[in-house]
């Protein structure tokens, strides 16, 4: 195992372990598309939500145009738009349990071809939701498992045959 | 000639570990001879409100000595003029590694508490802090380190301990990127300037030495399971 640290090559800022792709540590900076989850906090009245996404800023979801009212402590998933500010095709996320993981741990729980996702829902039933910045939303199934899944994969994202570790900790349903 | 037997370019032990403090974002704690230093990062967050949102982020960096950390500074709990200067000092040299245009509106914050104090814990901070800010997942151009030169007896060396830093005829703390960008240079005493050229010098000739111990601590922390307390739930 070797450790690739900022500034090893020209472009990279952040440290790696070499052969795995995305950064050991990463904080999420919003780019347009990205999908987020986030929380109602605040509504500026009859214009805007704002919606904290945990990030260094809360995005704003513009009331025009929005079939439903949120409520402040709604969860949403929706797409950062291209002035980085507002959020698009938002959709309420009713019940379940809202999780909170490093934000470069998620393409891990995803997984190659969101083959992880899927067999994450197979062992323990759970519909998940994953929010680029770091967020994930849960309801259904055994959560209490999925959420022993999610914290296997954040500790041993780094570790070799995690897809294997988690079949043999945690079985098929 | 040094009063510990050292060489003239010999550094004292140094131990670095990262990922110490579980309610940071990222943590170092640095032992650099009898020095002791614990380095805690939080964020990117939000700015106060108070402050206008900016094109680059707010660094705040605070520089505090526990109240037993030293003989003479113990008992004191506000922070001195010591630990304001080098808040100061390390918050500039620092803001020269962080990508600061990467998160607009939003503040890091690095809060450096020295536990144990021998000589040089500005430049031994400096260290702690790159680590904890690789740690945190926060984006910066290159490593870096820092050493403080001295004068004794007309000779220049590396790495003052307390008792030389006192007695010896200057100090001139350095930091320095890893491609050689100097990012912190402060100087007491009277030093000629092929003298400090040659504490340059010095200085950036241990290069290596820092970013082997650098890699080594990120190695210890990734050679084994993290913790599962990095997942909360909200």
């Known amino acids: 195992m070797r450790v690739v640290l900022p500034g090893d090559r020209e472009g990279i800022y952040y440290m790696y372990l070499e052969g795995i792709d995305v950064p050991?540590?990463?904080?999420?900076i919003p780019r347009p598309k990205d999908t987020v989850i986030g929380k109602v906090i605040a509504e500026k009245k009859n214009v805007a939500y704002i919606v904290d996404i945990s990030s260094f800023y809360a995005m704003t979801v513009l009331i025009k145009g929005l079939d439903t009212r949120l409520k402040q402590e709604?969860?949403?998933?929706?797409n950062v738009g291209d002035n980085l500010e507002n959020l698009e095709n938002?959709?309420?996320?009713?019940?379940?349990?809202?999780?909170?993981?490093?934000?470069?741990?998620?393409?891990?729980?995803?997984?190659?071809?969101?083959?992880?996702?899927?067999?994450?829902?197979?062992?323990?039933?759970?519909?998940?939701?994953?929010?680029?910045?770091?967020?994930v939303w849960m309801n259904g199934g055994k959560l209490h498992t999925t959420i022993k899944i999610l914290e296997t994969i954040v500790r041993?994202?780094?570790i070799r045959g995690l897809t294997d570790y988690i079949s043999k900790e945690f079985g098929e349903r | 000639m040094r009063a510990d037997g050292r060489g003239i370019d010999e550094l004292r032990k140094l131990r670095l570990e990262v990922g110490v403090l579980k309610n940071a974002k990222g943590s170092a704690y640095v032992e650099w001879g009898m020095n002791k230093i614990l380095v805690g990062v939080y964020?990117?967050?939000?700015?106060?409100?108070?402050?206008?949102?900016?094109e680059r982020c707010i660094l705040k960096v605070e520089y505090r000595m526990a109240t037993f950390c030293s003989l003479e500074e113990h008992g004191k709990y506000t922070p001195n003029r010591r630990a304001v200067e080098i808040s100061k000092v390390?918050?500039?040299?620092?803001?020269?590694?962080?990508?600061?245009e990467n998160y607009p509106g939003g503040m890091i914050e690095v809060q450096i508490l020295v536990l144990q104090a021998e000589g040089g814990t500005r430049v031994?901070?400096?260290?702690?802090?790159?680590?904890?800010?690789?740690?945190?997942?926060?984006a910066i151009r290159d490593i870096g380190y820092g050493i403080s030169a001295g004068k004794i007896?007309?000779?220049?060396?590396?790495?003052?301990s307390k008792e030389e830093d006192n007695l010896g005829q200057g100090d001139i703390p350095i930091c320095v990127t890893r491609r050689g960008d100097i990012v912190l240079l402060q100087s007491d005493g009277k030093i000629q300037p092929e003298e400090l050229e040659r504490a340059i010098d010095m200085i950036i000739s241990k290069r290596d030495v820092f970013e082997n111990i650098i890699r080594e601590a990120f190695m210890r922390r990734y050679s084994k399971e993290l913790d599962s307390d990095l997942v909360k739930v909200i």
Do not use: C, W
Not at chain 1, 96 to 119: A, D
Not at chain 2, 43 to 54: K, S, T
Not at chain 2, 153 to 160: F, M
């Open chain 1, 24 to 28: 050991m540590q990463q904080a999420y």
């Open chain 1, 74 to 78: 709604d969860i949403i998933i929706g």
């Open chain 1, 90 to 135: 938002i959709r309420v996320l009713k019940g379940g349990v809202l999780i909170e993981l490093p934000p470069s741990k998620i393409p891990r729980v995803i997984g190659t071809r969101g083959e992880m996702l899927k067999h994450i829902s197979n062992i323990t039933g759970s519909k998940l939701e994953i929010g680029k910045n770091g967020l």
């Open chain 1, 156 to 158: 041993r994202a780094h």
């Open chain 2, 43 to 54: 964020g990117p967050e939000e700015a106060p409100p108070a402050v206008e949102r900016a």
């Open chain 2, 90 to 100: 390390l918050r500039e040299a620092l803001s020269n590694l962080i990508i600061l």
């Open chain 2, 124 to 138: 031994a901070s400096f260290l702690g802090a790159v680590a904890a800010l690789i740690d945190a997942g926060i």
């Open chain 2, 153 to 160: 007896n007309n000779t220049i060396v590396l790495d003052l």
